[in-house]
């Protein structure tokens, strides 16, 4: 027996430690894959079903060894998860002194500095602000972390943080005058000191595209990068190999100029005239857009003359403003930083311009009060392949939700790996017993008038059945506010819906009040993990195909027909495989868990394509017929008494192994 693999024996250090640990061959077989996988400096691809206990598995390896190693995971959610509740255990168990960081992004952390700048000059702030900035000022001064998530008594975006953290732009570095105080210089000091380091994905890849300062220096000298949640990666590292340009960057940089005509520079008004022309022009270009968000093809809306028009007075007048800031060069410190940043906007201005440029697709979204301009590669692959070729370190990638029809090679070939050995482990749970899949019958077309009231009519039955302990999860908003609306009028019980609260405090309300069903979209699609009696039915509205009109999917589309391929087979239909998958894991949790999937969505039996769906979805009891399947809900809604002790503790111990 291997070293790894006594550590996961029945009579191994988890099991002497954990209470309630029982061994599992999948995590034993991942933890071995890992283990030779760090040692061969390879790489590895592991679709790790629910259940499998995938984070123990990769971590044991890492702690008994030498290694030093990034652990990248899709959330900070599951950074703080993974740092404060699945490493202190297992390495308590393993008796293992290696040292562990948690490292998030810049905008996570306190910038003294600009606490201090905002904190000298407040007559651009308003009410809000201002009260939100005495909540910060207080807790400045007993912080030892100065990580912004300590900060409570604000909200999560509270318009004051970007006045009081930094971003890549905005950071003067080794000039700052804060800077052996800065808490982002300690954390990433202590990242740099430590053996096993636990970012998330946003932050690995700016730094591996960008170069952050600072934190460059941790790839190079990590030995493995390990993904969890890896499903997500492509897209990720898509936006961070591209290039973007905000009008909030520009707006918030104009506001900072100002701020230094108020401050040190109070000589320089030709300074404040010109950033605030641009911050005019900035709200003028906004208004050619729709009020509510939304996504668009920049090609396209670049032959608008107003829109054509509105973008070269900006690009003209961003001219003016670094003509100016110019004349004032070495005079501050702040103003230089500055002077960069204005110089690196315009060129990504220019690129954005530049209509001619292939192999990239040019895209714009909208936010209520800013434009982001983006350009994005069409793939990653060739990029990412010479990225973990031309390195000798071990990669590892792993998600419960990686394979499309069988296979890995959708994932494999948008990342590049396709010479990366791949490993799947099914989940142990016993999906037959434990839960149904329904495909009503008797269900609208997708663009039917009749199909929202048809929607409503099941939701309605499904909260009956369910006593409210249920997730109804939408592809659309419009389709969310439709049926919630319908339920807000008809139903007694609490309705919660995404979009009226956080994330974070709709999920509390949901588990507080135990007659509440909660709407949601993409947001609950994933990263949600909801056990027991809680969640005992899951209902989806339809297969969650991405908008056709989604501007990064038409352009990868083009490029498919191009090449000769199928856009729909190729791009459409695994994007959407893997959204459902993660859509469905909601629902069986644990192995004491029972529920029902519903998908309202009768293109899963009609289709060809529908196969390739159920095919990669957990292998459960199949209906077509509603009303047994509400019956099979309504007989696991109230489990028996002597169940209930069985399953607070399988509970338990799967909070432990998960």
């Not at 949790?589 to 159920?614: M, N, Q």
Request: aromatic fraction near 6%.
């Amino acid at each position: 027996m291997s070293k790894i693999a006594a550590i996961f024996s029945a009579d191994g250090l988890l099991a002497e430690h954990i209470t309630g640990y029982s061994p599992r061959q999948s995590q034993t077989e991942m933890a071995n894959a890992v283990a030779n996988t760090l040692k061969d400096k390879s790489a590895l691809i592991v679709e790790a079903g629910t259940g499998t206990g995938k984070t123990f598995a990769y971590l044991a390896p890492v702690l008994v060894g030498q290694r030093k190693v990034i652990i990248s995971t899709g959330t900070k959610n599951l950074q703080e998860q993974l740092y404060h509740r699945d490493l202190p255990v297992i390495r308590e168990a393993l008796s293992g002194e290696r040292q562990i960081a948690l490292l998030k992004g810049r905008a996570n952390y306190l910038c003294i500095h600009r606490l201090a700048q905002n904190t000298r000059s407040t007559t651009l702030l308003d009410a809000e602000t201002l009260e939100q900035m005495t909540h910060v000022k207080q807790w400045s001064t007993a912080t030892k972390t100065g990580d912004v998530g300590e900060l409570t008594a604000i909200p999560e975006d509270a318009k004051v943080l970007p006045l009081v953290t930094s971003t890549v732009d905005n950071c003067a570095g080794k000039d700052c005058p804060e800077y052996s105080d800065c808490y982002l210089v300690k954390a990433r000091k202590k990242a740099l000191e430590a053996d096993v380091i636990v970012v998330n994905h946003h932050l690995f890849f700016a730094d591996m595209a960008l170069k952050d300062t600072g934190f460059g220096e941790l790839i190079p000298e990590v030995d493995a990068v390990i993904f969890d949640e890896a499903h997500q990666i492509p897209e990720i590292a898509s936006e961070y190999f591209g290039e973007s340009l905000s009008s909030r960057q520009l707006f918030d940089m104009c506001k900072d100029i100002s701020l230094l005509y108020r401050t040190s520079l109070k000589d320089a008004q030709q300074l404040d005239r010109a950033a605030d022309k641009c911050r005019q022009l900035l709200q003028d270009f906004r208004l050619l857009f729709p009020e509510s968000p939304q996504r668009g093809d920049w090609r396209k809306a670049l032959n608008r003359d107003d829109v054509e028009t509105a973008i070269f007075r900006l690009k003209d007048a961003l001219g003016v403003l670094h003509q100016v800031m110019k004349l004032h060069i070495g005079r501050d410190k702040d103003l230089d930083n500055m002077f960069e940043r204005l110089s690196i906007s315009r060129e990504r201005l220019d690129a954005m311009l530049n209509l001619d440029k292939t192999g990239v697709s040019l895209w714009y979204e909208t936010t209520p009060r800013h434009v982001v301009l983006h350009l994005t590669p069409l793939s990653i692959a060739n990029k990412f392949r010479e990225f973990v070729e031309g390195d000798d370190k071990a990669w590892i990638f792993t998600s419960a939700t990686l394979m499309v029809d069988g296979g890995f090679k959708h994932f494999q070939a948008r990342m590049g790996l396709e010479s990366a050995d791949t490993l799947l482990l099914d989940s142990p749970f016993d999906y037959q017993q434990q839960s149904m899949l329904c495909v009503p019958r008797f269900l609208p077309e997708a663009n039917s008038p009749q199909r929202i009231t048809r929607l409503v009519a099941i939701a309605e039955r499904v909260i009956e059945a369910s006593n409210g302990r249920c997730f109804l999860l939408f592809t659309s908003h419009a389709t969310l506010r439709a049926v919630a609306e319908a339920l807000l009028q008809t139903s007694t019980r609490t309705i919660l819906v995404q979009g009226t609260t956080s994330k974070r405090a709709l999920l509390n309300a949901y588990l507080t009040d135990k007659n509440a069903v909660l709407l949601g979209t993409g947001a609950f699609w994933e990263g949600v993990d909801v056990r027991g009696d809680d969640l005992i039915c899951v209902m989806i509205d339809k297969l969650p195909f991405a908008a056709p009109d989604d501007p990064l999917l038409q352009a990868r589309s083009e490029d498919c027909k191009r090449r000769g391929g199928n856009p729909f087979a190729q791009i459409a239909i695994p994007q959407a495989v893997i959204a459902l998958k993660q859509g469905a894991g909601r629902l069986i949790r644990d192995a004491s868990d029972s529920g029902v999937l519903i998908i309202c969505d009768h293109r899963l039996v009609t289709k060809d394509y529908g196969k390739i769906f159920l095919s990669s979805l957990p292998p459960m009891r199949r209906s077509r017929d509603l009303q047994a399947t509400l019956d099979f809900l309504t007989q696991i809604r109230t489990p028996k008494p002597s169940e209930v002790s069985e399953a607070t503790h399988l509970t338990e111990q799967s909070d432990v192994e998960a």
